[in-house]
Structure formats: structure tokens, C-alpha cells
């Protein structure tokens, strides 16, 4: 069965977008990409501020309440749907609540092949590029570096620390086969 | 049975993205927001110069190809399966097909319940604000305010030519019940 | 003497950057455009969030505190500069003292001839517009609208609340002759 | 006499507009940050396809006309002016020019003092971040890498390759005193 699905997982300002975007560079085919920013810009503005919502605290936590729960479980279905009416789509997650998070896509994913990818980056390194990026509040690379891999299983990790995002790449692409 | 998701059709400068983002905030319950804009935003970069892809041509006119077609009919698909999971979307597209455009999604929605609204805005009008926002190739506003509604059947018509975005999505609202 | 300074002054949402970007479209020569978001980014980021730099409150306040008026009063020296050294050059700036900002800039100019334009927009349909971009704290748009124009003197005054900003930017550049 | 004025010189995607954050972040006064990219935002939307504005060929070549250079050589001295009235301000730029565009800066500097800082980044690992960014022409990082720096003089170079934007900030900042 063909791999239609790739899953980055990583904590904020590992390097996972870099990553995607060379990913659909290299691949030979087109692939959709899909993250959760994508789908915190789909979600109203006021969610952005509320409990109900996302909350971006000044310590760098981040929190979720039910409505986000629930518009993000219906956003899971869809993705998986794209796949399964034949596109080929990668999406990078947060997986804030570690192995949970991953069960989440496992059960929508039903037997659909999928492609787990670890993006790791030491926390230190994440936390600086978080200063270079200067549109996080600081405090959220540190502070999901190891916890959104907690029970996570992979296909395969990369390690962004000090290997270039189109590195990481070609490595991703030559695990697809 | 409840509507779970409205599509907006309009032509480029229209003012579609301002009334989904009034909708999204006048509306009682969290409507996810997706476009045509945020799809070409999800596919590589590389087919944003393609003719497989999407071509933005210096005189305004879109033509697209074969693997834009292939990925947005998934993409559609994949809008509709979110809604079939429980969430609500609102969607704002550019029927540049017209009537088959709209087919397309009438196709992915089976019998889900859906507002259909057209996006108008007078020809001169949508030229002046695709110079006011600087960020579109000249002359798609004009190429396009017309032939996207042709054939197009809608629930609801609201015009921006001389109507505000909130108050637009004011009469969207009060149709929806 | 060559007009080479256009000012506008007007509240959050009132269109300044719209009718700025008309502008550089309609008028013959090249015009640099400059205004209070491009000063804002900047400066560090850290000041976006500091009694010291610049506080957005969550009622559409905005309080600047000593740095911020620090380096803007620099930055206006250095834009009125670019002026002096043969730039044309468009400003868009909220005058949140009235006529005591309009005061800083005609200390800086000296001599040099400028256009001063209001621009004004009926606060509640500034408030839609507020919602309708979906990036802005909500309320900055009401709280400016009027204590903006306070004591401030213009040549031209332009009203986008039925006016589009291509027509403003039209009376404007009549106007500089 | 304090430095108020940093210059960082390199090609596209060699890392400067991280440094610049960081910069901002670890150092204890507030410094602006400008640079050629805001430059090219403030001119008018034409001039970016212009051969009397800035044309980027498809090659990843860049080109300059004669407007380019009008306001190009006014912005240098509107820069500096912000300098002598009392501001910090730290500017990226990219010397197509070599030492020639330095030259540019030293006549409007005058007996400023300023701190030259070239950022340098090996061509093919600047060509990888540059499929990363998804948002510039491929060929530019290459075009660029080493004829930015032909015949300019430095108070100290960075290298981005194997360096992260926070380190090498942290290097400019020691250096300042």
C-alpha cells in the first residue's frame, strides 16, 4: 500500500515546517500540507483569546479547551479524508498530550499507511530559534521539547539540533520508499 | 437538519475573506473558516509557477492544471468530511468554472445541508480594493466578477459594492436561523 | 516648493493603509511608504509587550511608554530625512496626542512643504472593519476614531465610510496639484 | 564613542533577519531594526516588477534601475539621520554591490561609529534554508553568497552554517562592548 500520509511530530520551533516545506520540494509527487497553525488560523480569532479556545500563556504553556477539541477532531477526519480520496498529504502536529495525541490520529487514520517522523531539537537550540522567529510568545519551544514525544512510537526521528531541514528531508523521503 | 456549512462564491477582491471572518465572530457557535486561498497556501511551492498547477498570469487571469485539479477535488472531500464529523465550515471559494464548479462540491456534499451565497461586488469597485491591498496581480478583480457567478444558483446574494462586511455577514446569519 | 511629505492621520481601521497603497499606484513619481506599524515592527520584540515600549489592552487601549517615544522620535527625524534627501515620501501615523504629534512632525520638517490629511471614518463602521480584518485588538478602532483628530489641522480631509479608498487616494493626489 | 549603528552584510538566506531578533533580544538597549527587505515593502507595489524598480529573474537573479536607486540612496541617509538623532539601529542588507554598496553607507555615515558584521553561510546549505523559507526565488541564496562580500571589510564575520542566529548574535554583542 502506497504511503499517502506523513505525521511530523514536535515540539514549537523544532524545525517542522522547514522540514515539510523541503519535503514537498523533494518529493516527486505533490503533497498537501496541513499543521496545526493552519488550523488555529481556520478556527475564529476570538477562540485565540478564550478557555474555551487556545491560550498562549506568557510562561510559554500552551492550554485547550472543548470547543478547540472539538473543531480539532473534525479537522482530523477531514485531513484523513483528503488522503483517502487520493491526495498525498503531510501534516505537522504538536502532540501535546504525547501518546494520546498520537491515538487520536491512529483512529482516524483506520488502516490508511502513514508515516510516523519524530522532529527532535534540543531544547536549548528550539528555545534560541524561538528568539530568531520572534513571533512565539518564548518559553514554548523549552517547554514542549521532550513532553511531545512522551509514549510517541516512530517510523523514523530526525534531530534538527544539527542537521539542516533539507537534510532531514531527504532522509523522510528516502524512508517513503 | 442543522446547516453545517455555507460556501461563499465571489470573484478575487470581492470581499470574501472580510464577511467569513465577521461570520466567524457574529455567529453564535466556532466555525472553522477554509478558502481557496488557504489551499493554494497548503500546496508545494513549486506548482504556484506551474502549469500543472496554478498559473497567475500578468494581465489577471488564473488558469489551472492537472494536479491542481486532483488535489483540490480531495481537498473538497476533505472540507465536506469535517462538516460530516460535526464541525461547522464555512468555506469561500472562486467558481471560476461556474455552474460545474459548484457542482463539484454539490457532488461532496451529498445531502448535507449547506447556504450557498454569492459574493458580489461591482467590476471597478474590486479593482480599486485589489489596489488597496497591494498584494494581488492587477487585474484578477475585474476578470472575475462576473463569469464566477455564471450558471451559479445561490440561497442568498449580498453585494460589497456599497455594504459593509459586518453587516453582510449579518444577513447571512439571520438566513441561517 | 514640491510637495515630497504626505501625512495622514487617522484611527485604527479608518483605511490609511488602503488609501496609502492607491497612492503609490495613482501618483507619477515612486513614493516611499512609511507609518506606525512599520515602526512598531521594528522594534524589539519584547517592547510589544512592555510598559516601557508599546501596550495594546485588551479594551483597544494603547499606552506607549518611555522607549517607544524615544525611538520614534528618532525614527521621525530619519523619515523626515529621506525627505530632505530627495524621497517622496507618504506617512500614515495615529496621532493618539492630537495636536501635540502633529506638533512633533512639523518641528521635524522645519521648512519642507507637506500635505496633511485626515482621514476619518464613522467610528462604528470602523469597528466592522476591525472585526473584518480579524488581526486587531477590538475596540482600538472605536476608542481612536474621534481623539485623533483633536486640534489637528489638514489640508484635505477624505471619509472612507462611503468613499473607497481609490477615490481618496484620487482627491489626494489632485490636491498635491 | 558609543556605537549606534550595526551594518550586517550577507546574501539572501544566510540568516540575517534571525540575528537581527536576536540581537534585539540579548541586547540591553532597544535598538531598530531596518533593512532591505522593508525597504523594497515601503516602495510602491509596480516598482517590484519593474526594470526602473527591482526585477527578480527567474534564475534568482536581482536587478536595480534607476528608482531602485533614487530611493535606495535616500533611505541610507533617512537611516542614518535616525542614528545621529540619538536611536540605535541595526541594518541587514544585501551588497549586490560588494564594496562599492559599503561605500554607499560609509559617505552617508560620515564619522559615525558603526560595527561591520559580515554573515557569511555556505551557498548550498544558504540554498537549502531558501527551499525551507518556501517564500523567495530558488537561485538567490547561491547567486548571492559570495559576491556580497567581495572586496567589504568587516569588524567581525559570523558564520551561519554550522552557528546558530543566537550565538552569533551573542558574538556581535561582545563585540559592541
Redesign the interface.
Known amino acids: 500500500m502506497t504511503t499517502r500520509v506523513i505525521i511530523l511530530n514536535g515540539g514549537s520551533s523544532s524545525g517542522k515546517s522547514?522540514?515539510v516545506?523541503?519535503l514537498?520540494?523533494v518529493l516527486p509527487d505533490?503533497?498537501?500540507?496541513?499543521g496545526v497553525d493552519?488550523l488555529v488560523?481556520?478556527?475564529?480569532?476570538?477562540?485565540r483569546a478564550s478557555d474555551e479556545?487556545i491560550v498562549f500563556a506568557a510562561d510559554g504553556g500552551v492550554s485547550v479547551g472543548a470547543?478547540f477539541r472539538?473543531?480539532d477532531?473534525?479537522?482530523v477526519?477531514?485531513?484523513?479524508?483528503?488522503?483517502?480520496?487520493?491526495?498525498r498529504v503531510v501534516i505537522d502536529d504538536v502532540f501535546l498530550g504525547g501518546a494520546a495525541s498520537q491515538q487520536r490520529w491512529q483512529k482516524a487514520l483506520g488502516g490508511l499507511a502513514v508515516l510516523w517522523v519524530g522532529v527532535r531539537c534540543e531544547s536549548a537550540?528550539a528555545a534560541?530559534?524561538e528568539?530568531?522567529?520572534?513571533?512565539r510568545v518564548p518559553g514554548m519551544a523549552a517547554a514542549q521539547a521532550e513532553v511531545v514525544h512522551e509514549g510517541v512510537f516512530y517510523d523514523l526521528e530526525v534531530d534538527t539540533t544539527?542537521t539542516?531541514?533539507?537534510?532531514c528531508a531527504r532522509s523522510i523521503a528516502a524512508h517513503l520508499g
Open positions: 522547514g522540514i516545506r523541503c514537498q520540494a505533490q503533497w498537501l500540507a496541513f493552519s488560523e481556520a478556527m475564529p480569532a476570538r477562540m479556545g470547543d472539538a473543531l477532531a473534525a479537522w477526519e477531514g485531513i484523513v479524508a483528503m488522503a483517502r480520496a487520493g491526495a537550540v534560541g530559534r528568539i530568531a522567529r520572534g513571533d544539527r539542516e531541514s533539507l537534510e
